[in-house]
């Protein structure tokens, strides 16, 4: 039996969705009443759907209500069984709003216990031949690109495609002051764009990287270690435009190392004005520069 605030809800429900039909452009907008054919349509279309959507599964029970709803008058009371024309013509009324509540049950059920389509293998820089596949799809793009980068990427593609290589590089963004430092400009404080390291981060960096060695083993559980292979994957798997996940990618690198060697060659001060961690971060991506194995090499 059905709850009485449910068929309050359903009526409530029929009483909205003929209301939305009534103000449509149909035919029968200029009409002051609803024909029956018109009724049964908006049951079949949009009622019995409703019905489902709400958990009810048994057909007999949705022609129950259906029915009700389009003859309220017979609510609560049972058919007569004399077969007067009339009768009948009821009884294949609801025989006919039963056929189509079995129908809709069934693709109704058919979408709910089709399999989810299989999710994507998550990304596995060990996978070497699924990485060299997105490699060779990235270096296409790149080459019927024109871009004065495409030499450094050309030179990136090359190492990557090495088994030993180095792919760990430092992004500016994750790595650059949150408010100036001497000498001001040339160095912050990062621009909005760079995906700031932001208070906390900063002091983390301060508190935990004194050395190169530093670099190499507080980096990584910092954030400011990012490997390429990863993170090329990641744009060319899961972005409409991995070219410009190349691009973001170099640009960082490069501009870290830019920054850095300005903060230190500045007339005045120097690496005296820079703080241990970015002292540290700057011999750390000098080492990497001098290593052959290293993407830094290309820089």
Not at 8 to 19: I, K, S, V
Not at 115 to 127: E, K, L, R, S, Y
Request: hydrophobic share 40%; net charge negative.
């Amino acid at each position: 039996m059905y709850d009485p605030e449910l068929e309050l809800e359903l009526e409530a429900e029929l009483e909205d969705l003929m209301a939305v039909l009534a103000e449509s452009d149909l035919e029968s907008e200029a009409e002051a009443e609803w024909t029956p054919a018109q009724a049964r349509d908006l049951a079949e279309k949009q009622f019995i759907p409703y019905l489902i959507s709400t958990g009810v599964t048994d057909a007999n029970k949705i022609a129950d209500e259906v029915f009700y709803q389009l003859h309220p008058e017979w609510r609560g009371k049972k058919l007569p069984q004399n077969n007067t024309p009339a009768n009948v013509g009821l009884k294949q009324e609801w025989s006919s709003i039963r056929d189509v509540a079995l129908r809709q049950l069934q693709k109704h059920t058919a979408v709910s216990q089709a399999p989810a389509p299989a999710a994507p293998p998550p990304i596995d820089v060990n996978d070497r031949a699924r990485f060299l596949k997105d490699l060779a799809q990235l270096e296409f793009q790149a080459l019927g690109t024109p871009d004065p980068r495409n030499t450094r990427y050309l030179c990136w593609f090359a190492k990557l495609k090495q088994p030993d290589v180095d792919d760990r590089v430092i992004r500016w963004g994750s790595i650059c002051p949150t408010v100036g430092v001497f000498p001001g400009p040339i160095i912050g404080p990062c621009d909005m764009t760079e995906g700031w390291v932001g208070p906390q981060q900063a002091e983390k960096l301060w508190k935990n990287i004194h050395s190169v060695s530093d670099v190499d083993t507080a980096g990584p559980g910092l954030g400011i270690i990012t490997n390429l292979k990863f993170e090329l994957m990641m744009a060319v798997e899961l972005s409409m435009n991995p070219l410009d996940g190349l691009r973001w990618l170099h640009d960082g690198v490069q501009r870290a190392i830019e920054k850095l060697d300005k903060w230190a060659n500045i007339d005045l001060g120097g690496s005296s004005s820079m703080g241990a961690e970015y002292v540290a971060m700057k011999d750390w991506i000098g080492a990497r520069q001098r290593d052959q194995r290293s993407v830094y090499s290309c820089m």
